[in-house]
């Protein structure tokens, strides 16, 4: 049971990071400095598509790593 939680807890993790390295930035950088972050105020639009997608993935796996960790504190 341990092992095999050890495992899962890999896979999620090795795929939590690819889901993270695959998602567009959102940082506003060098117009945002100079405009005051107007951009992020008026430039705000909900994720469509893959972005959408790759959210909800962050999302689920992040709730997978926090499970499974707990898990294994309890069979540890």
């Known amino acids: 049971m341990y092992t095999a939680l050890i ?3 890999i896979i999620v993790c090795i795929s939590l990071i ?3 390295l695959l998602q567009s930035g959102k940082s506003a950088g060098l117009s945002g400095a ?3 972050g107007a951009e992020q ?8 598509g893959m972005d959408l997608i790759l ?3 962050t999302v689920v796996l992040s709730v997978m790593f926090f ?3 707990i ?3 309890y069979v540890s």
């Open 7 to 9: 495992v899962l807890l």
């Open 18 to 20: 690819a889901v993270v």
């Open 34 to 36: 100079i405009s005051g």
């Open 41 to 48: 105020l008026f430039g705000k639009q909900k994720a469509r």
């Open 55 to 57: 959210h909800r993935m």
């Open 67 to 69: 499970l499974i960790m």
């Open 71 to 73: 898990l294994l504190t």
